[in-house]
């Protein structure tokens, strides 16, 4: 689950899949496109037996999920990445639902990516990686 009040939850699957769920708690988060901030008629209590659809499924990986992590303060931004392939991380953009995809290049040096963190302010990413080393990248925006 997310930090600093996310209305999100993010599932991994060992296909590479990440989908991203409205929290069960939060009654602010709609199914469709439109406005996030609105209340939505979308969030009832799940039904036994059914399951809800995801707000958005992303298929950017082809090998198992081993690390995800939320922007500490936002959550806007999205961490998820595989020790199983190189360069295996992905950011993705909460609000838009998207994958940055000028980021990591194929010049990034993150190799096997063992585990992601963030700063407390959440302007910086740590990125440690299968050599020993630990990555430090600052987040522009941020």
Do not use: M
Request: charged content about 15%.
């Amino acid at each position: 689950k997310g930090g600093g009040g996310s209305q999100y939850l993010a599932v991994a699957a060992e296909s590479g899949a990440v989908n991203l769920y409205p929290d069960r708690a939060s009654s602010t988060v709609g199914f469709g496109g439109g406005d996030e901030g609105a209340a939505s008629s979308s969030i009832l209590p799940p039904v036994p037996g059914q399951s809800r659809p995801p707000l958005s499924a992303h298929l950017n990986l082809r090998t198992s999920i081993s690390t995800l992590s939320f922007h500490p303060v936002s959550s806007e931004i999205l961490a998820f990445a595989s020790r199983r392939d190189s360069n295996a991380l992905r950011l993705l953009h909460v609000p838009s639902r998207t994958v940055f995809a000028d980021w990591p290049t194929s010049k990034t040096p993150v190799n096997y990516c063992w585990c992601v963190g963030w700063s407390p302010g959440g302007r910086y990413l740590a990125v440690g990686n299968d050599k020993g080393r630990c990555l430090l990248y600052r987040l522009g925006h941020y």
